[in-house]
């Protein structure tokens, strides 16, 4: 079955050839979740929600050392918020103004979260840093301005007070959940006298791998201090990331926070986009080495990744993988990179989107036949699990979909990056592999 071919009783998926034809502005409803009911099978259970595991958006407001967070919400997110917030060690910086029927129907809450901000704070044996509101999709229907409230219970409870929004109506527009908290988290950074030794890591909410070869590479350049969020101890550290004489961005989400710290605190930004291409990363650095005015010597770490590569094609042949969208990666970068290694992808279960659609073109001219699908459509209830060819899976997603075959998550928490990232993958793949034969 293809694109032309769909019926309702069978799973729909597009080839990647078929999907570039169509081009970016044609991509078709069934891979775009705002356009049907969301399908939450097994697969997407885990990530298909901004509040949902990993790095959520609940769990990403709180990023901020010393900060609390006040969930105001129906019973039942604060229930799940509950459940997950214990396994990571959170529990006691949740906090909850839970919503009721006519508080859902008239947007009372609104008078009672200045108050509750302040119980909260006074409860508190130690001044809490900030307080971020996080706030669900009830409030986006309600069309609540959360900016003034936050405003006003900044002034009642005498804490900074920020909001972190949970819509996940959202997931697709302009300011996702997962750009909007990344914008919030970096708010309270205020004007510093600059350090030209110092830069910041702009990405994700958990620190890159600590072998990761940007951090050596940064300081061959004479760079004394490397700011990552995720690593600050303390507030105090925290507000030093006001000093960077440049920021680095590491994910295109946090291109809206970066725009914004450059307005407010002068501090420009360059951005290392994570790829698993061998010389997609090598050039990244000769211009990033250009950018701020040194040669960069990648050669030693340019020499491992391209190792690691070719000793899973030496010993296990070429591989044909299921790639999902629960992992370290843009699933269609890493199908690409893949394809381009010598192995061959036949199914991706990913979100479609303006900056991947560029991979997926690529796709077309060395793969056309892969099989895209979308984890949230509803026709996924008529996969038949385990039918598509896969030697390896990666990504949780994709283990639901091939059961027999060998899986890698590839999804630790902290990040793989550049020839880090292609190392470890590599070295993944050949492992599991070798247990599996």
């Known amino acids: 079955m293809n694109d032309n071919m769909k019926n309702k009783n069978e799973v729909y998926y597009i080839t990647a050839g078929e999907l570039a034809q169509r081009g970016r502005d044609n991509v078709p409803e069934d891979l775009l979740s705002a356009k049907h009911l969301i399908y939450s099978s097994p697969a997407t259970l885990s990530f298909n929600s901004p509040g949902a595991q990993g790095f959520g958006v609940k769990r990403a407001g709180l990023a901020v050392p010393g900060s609390v967070m006040l969930l105001v919400a129906p019973g039942c997110c604060g229930r799940n918020t509950q459940l997950q917030s214990a396994p990571d060690g959170l529990g006691d910086r949740f906090f909850y103004l839970l919503q009721d029927d006519t508080d859902i129907v008239t947007g009372r809450h609104l008078n009672k979260i200045s108050k509750a901000v302040k119980e909260v704070v006074d ?78 890591i702009l990405g994700e909410f958990a620190p890159l791998d600590s072998d990761n070869e940007l951090y050596a590479i940064l300081k061959k350049a004479g760079v004394t201090k490397i700011n990552e969020i995720s690593r600050c101890k303390d507030f105090d550290e925290y507000l030093t990331m ?12 946090s291109r809206l926070a970066a725009e914004e710290i450059r307005k407010r605190l002068d501090i420009p930004s360059i951005e290392l986009s994570r790829t698993y291409q061998i010389d997609k990363i090598h050039h990244q650095y000769e211009l990033f080495g250009q950018s701020i005015g040194t040669v960069i010597d990648d050669s030693e770490y340019k020499a491992a990744a391209e190792s690691a590569v070719q000793n899973v094609m030496d010993k296990h042949g070429s591989l044909t993988f299921a790639v999902g969208e629960w992992l370290n990666a843009d699933p269609f970068e890493l199908s690409l990179s893949l394809i381009r290694y010598g192995h061959k992808v036949s199914e991706i279960y990913g979100t479609v989107t303006d900056s991947n659609f560029i991979y997926i073109r690529r796709l077309a001219e060395v793969s056309p036949e892969t099989r895209i699908y979308s984890n949230l459509s509803p ?10 060819d896969a030697d390896l899976s990666i990504g949780k997603d994709a283990a639901f979909y091939h059961p027999a075959a060998a899986n890698i998550a590839f999804n630790e928490e902290n990040k793989p990056f550049g020839y880090n990232g292609v190392v470890k993958l590599f070295r993944a793949i050949g492992e599991k592999m070798s247990l599996d034969n």
């Open 379 to 388: 026709t996924m209830l008529n996969y038949a699990v385990g039918e598509g």
């Open 123 to 200: 409860s508190l044996e130690k001044k809490p840093s900030c307080v971020m509101i996080c706030i669900t999709c009830v409030d986006a229907l309600l069309g609540t301005d959360m900016e003034r409230v936050c405003r006003k219970a900044t002034d009642y409870a005498g804490v900074p007070v920020l909001p972190c929004y949970m819509y996940a109506l959202t997931r697709e527009g302009r300011i996702p959940p997962m750009v909007a908290v990344r914008k919030t988290v970096y708010a309270l950074l205020e004007p510093r006298k600059k350090n030209p030794r110092t830069v910041n």
């Open 242 to 253: 006001a000093e960077a004489n440049f920021n680095i961005i590491t994910n295109p989400e």
